[in-house]
């Protein structure tokens, strides 16, 4: 009787080790690879260099104009921080301005996930006549500045009444093409075709379908989409400080007013920074789970 010893996964490889002259180990399924001094080395660097802005703004925001501008700077937080916000706060209505934005960045997120998840199952799974010219053209549209849609956009806000309103900044970003192609690619692995046909044969509708299986599956995608979509809308300076005016600003234009002065109080202009800061710091605190499983599960499938 012929028994077979198992495979160590940890054997080196002799065709490595009699070319070189040192062993090479193989991992196998279920072993960690261990970082060595580098590894950690490299992650508290890049982990120092992601905070040291945010630590600047809190040290800048905690000080008045002068002591900012010392050389060499202040390094400690100081004890201005208070006073500062509550400028901060005053002069730029900033109450208001985190109330539009948080409308604005809201309302973009939910469109967004809404569009472009139905866009990305129809484009994915969908058969119909034009499929890929359509696909082309909305990957197309990624290529073109948004500087050349300004004119005619700010044109047709004011014709139908929305300038200077919120719904200007909302409407034209409902649906992103990138939004459109990131469902779509990742719904071509994630949802299989038997699992729609499944679905057909127990007589769902397209409507269950959708609701029932394909959002289930998508939702990883979607969680990373839709912090994507929340930062970039929240941060968005260029078309909100053209299409809305200084009485009803988003976060952003109200901080360009604190700088828009012959002298800005660098201090104050941080403070309101560190407050345009904090509630993304929040969303993330509270969907950073969802966000770090939704980018694993992409990288999975991928």
């Known amino acids: 009787m012929t028994t077979t010893s198992p495979t160590n996964t940890?054997?080196?490889?002799?065709?490595?080790?009699?070319?070189?002259?040192?062993?090479?180990?193989?991992?196998g399924a279920g072993q960690q690879l261990k970082g060595g001094p580098f590894t950690y080395i490299a992650l508290v660097v890049?982990?120092?260099?992601?905070i040291l802005p945010l630590y600047w703004t809190l040290v800048a925001a905690s000080h008045d104009q002068q002591r900012v501008l010392d050389t060499p700077p202040p390094l400690v937080p100081g004890g201005r921080l208070w006073s500062n916000l509550q400028s901060a706060w005053d002069q730029a209505n900033l109450g208001k301005a985190i109330v539009n934005s948080v409308?604005?960045?809201?309302?973009?997120?939910?469109?967004?996930?809404?569009?472009?998840?139905?866009?990305?199952?129809?484009?994915?799974?969908?058969?119909?006549r034009g499929r890929g010219v359509l696909m082309t053209a909305v990957i197309a549209t990624l290529t073109i500045p948004p500087q050349l849609s300004v004119v005619p956009l700010f044109m047709l806000m004011s014709d139908i009444g929305?300038?200077?309103?919120?719904e200007s900044v909302i409407f034209p970003t409902l649906v992103g093409a990138f939004?459109?192609?990131?469902?779509?690619?990742y719904l071509l692995e994630a949802l299989p075709y038997e699992?729609?046909?499944?679905?057909?044969?127990?007589?769902?509708s397209n409507i269950r379908i959708v609701w029932n299986v394909v959002l289930p599956?998508?939702?990883?995608?979607?969680?990373?989409?839709g912090m994507l979509t929340f930062v970039q809308a929240w941060n968005d300076f260029f078309w909100p400080f053209l299409a809305l005016n200084q009485e009803n600003p988003t976060i952003q234009v109200a901080l360009g007013q604190l700088s828009a002065s012959y002298t800005p109080d660098q201090s104050i202009v941080m403070a309101g920074a560190l407050i345009s800061t904090l509630p993304l710091l929040v969303v993330f605190v509270i969907f950073g789970k969802q966000i770090v499983g939704g980018i694993m599960a992409g990288a999975v499938k991928g």
Do not use: H, N
């Not at 604005?104 to 939910?110: C, E, H, K, L």
């Not at 939004?179 to 690619?185: K, S, Y």
């Open 103 to 128: 409308v604005v960045a809201g309302s973009i997120t939910v469109a967004t996930l809404f569009f472009c998840t139905l866009a990305g199952y129809a484009f994915a799974k969908m058969r119909f």
């Open 10 to 27: 940890a054997v080196p490889d002799l065709a490595v080790r009699a070319a070189t002259g040192r062993p090479r180990f193989r991992v």
């Open 162 to 166: 929305w300038g200077g309103k919120l």
């Open 179 to 185: 939004g459109v192609f990131f469902m779509r690619q």
């Open 217 to 225: 599956a998508a939702r990883p995608a979607m969680t990373v989409l």
């Open 46 to 50: 890049v982990g120092l260099g992601s």
């Open 195 to 204: 699992l729609i046909e499944a679905a057909k044969m127990d007589g769902a």
